[in-house]
């Protein structure tokens, strides 16, 4: 398939991630990506792409309201791995003044009475496993049953053991240093540096 094209596909399935979980159409478009993304015939699946253009456009075009609001504690652990950035501080503020000017990593003032506190980050959280598989190079890939997907990092070398039945184990994700995430299976204190895929 031309490269250009499959960038454009994945552009396309970035730039609805992160709303994805807000909207509904934008889930639906996500989900047939998906299923286009495993059509193992090239022009099939290049069909299936064309097929769901327009059905991304639009669900790109409808800005969703939800966005409106500060997320929930649920919509954060959803995200967790994520790096969302100012997505819903509506980025940095903007800079009128020479005062304000480089003032952007200083810490906002404290919140004014009347005004919702601004929600807590979140550092781990816990799920159960629905299915694992291993990559050709031994490393592990998880889907949780929060609808997260998370994979072993390249430079990690330890070798992962699940219990056969994919539902029997369970995973902790935790922030680590550098914007890094750390995974704990099972319970035990063996550290796998991995990174969320969806």
């Known amino acids: ?59 790109l075009a409808v800005p969703p309201e939800a966005l409106a609001r500060p997320p929930t504690k649920e919509e954060q652990e959803s995200w967790f791995g994520f790096d969302l950035g100012g997505l819903f501080s509506g980025g940095s503020p903007k800079q009128t003044t020479p005062e304000q000017f480089g003032s952007e990593k200083i810490a906002p003032p404290p919140t004014q009475p009347g005004e919702s506190p601004k929600p807590e980050e979140i550092e781990s959280i816990a799920a159960g496993v629905t299915e694992y598989s291993f990559t050709p190079f031994g490393k592990f890939i998880v889907f949780l049953d929060n609808g997260q997907i998370w994979r072993q990092g390249e430079g990690d070398t330890d070798q992962a053991h699940f219990h056969k039945v994919a539902t029997d184990n369970n995973v902790v994700v935790e922030r680590g240093a550098f914007g890094s995430y750390n995974m704990l299976i099972n319970g035990s204190d063996k550290v796998f540096k991995v990174t969320r895929v969806k």
């Open 1 to 59: 398939m031309n490269s250009r094209i499959s960038g454009a596909l994945w552009a396309i399935v970035l730039l609805c991630l992160p709303a994805a979980a807000l909207a509904d159409p934008r889930d639906d478009v996500l989900e047939a990506l998906g299923k286009c993304a495993a059509i193992a015939d090239d022009k099939g699946r290049l069909a299936c792409y064309d097929a769901l253009s327009p059905r991304a456009k639009e669900a």
